[in-house]
């Protein structure tokens, strides 16, 4: 069973860089028709998705934020990373990585990042 664990920094101030990792257990990110994501939920707001990597290595990005997004992947470690540049109070929330296979989708419990001076 796929297990999927983010990490991050917590709090950052505003203007730094985000750089958030999930690390993927009991399947491997290469696995073939899977896409690997990054969601947020800022408070008082809906899901919002960031980006995703195909296990093939296409990459995906919301418009909306794709001047600020990067994501990519380290098979060898199996994780996938997220970083959010030039941050503000707005980009506050618990940000989740997910999967989407042919036939599941798993999420991690997320993790926090909080931008405050």
């Known amino acids: 069973q796929v297990q999927l664990q983010e990490s991050g920094p917590g709090l950052v101030k505003p203007s730094q860089t985000v750089s958030l990792i999930c690390t993927v257990s009991?399947?491997?990110?290469?696995?073939?028709?899977?896409?690997w994501s990054w969601v947020r939920h800022a408070p008082g707001k809906g899901l919002e998705w960031l980006a995703a990597?195909?296990?093939?290595?296409?990459?995906y990005y919301n418009p909306s934020l794709k001047n600020r997004t990067s994501i990519s992947a380290d098979t060898s470690k199996n994780i996938f990373t997220l970083r959010l540049t030039s941050v503000t109070p707005e980009d506050t929330g618990l940000y989740y990585c997910?999967?989407?296979?042919?036939?599941?989708?798993?999420w991690g419990q997320g993790t926090q990042v909080t931008v405050s001076p």
């Open positions: 009991g399947e491997s990110i290469t696995t073939n028709s899977v896409y």
């Open positions: 990597i195909r296990y093939d290595g296409n990459i």
């Open positions: 997910t999967k989407d296979g042919l036939t599941d989708t798993s």
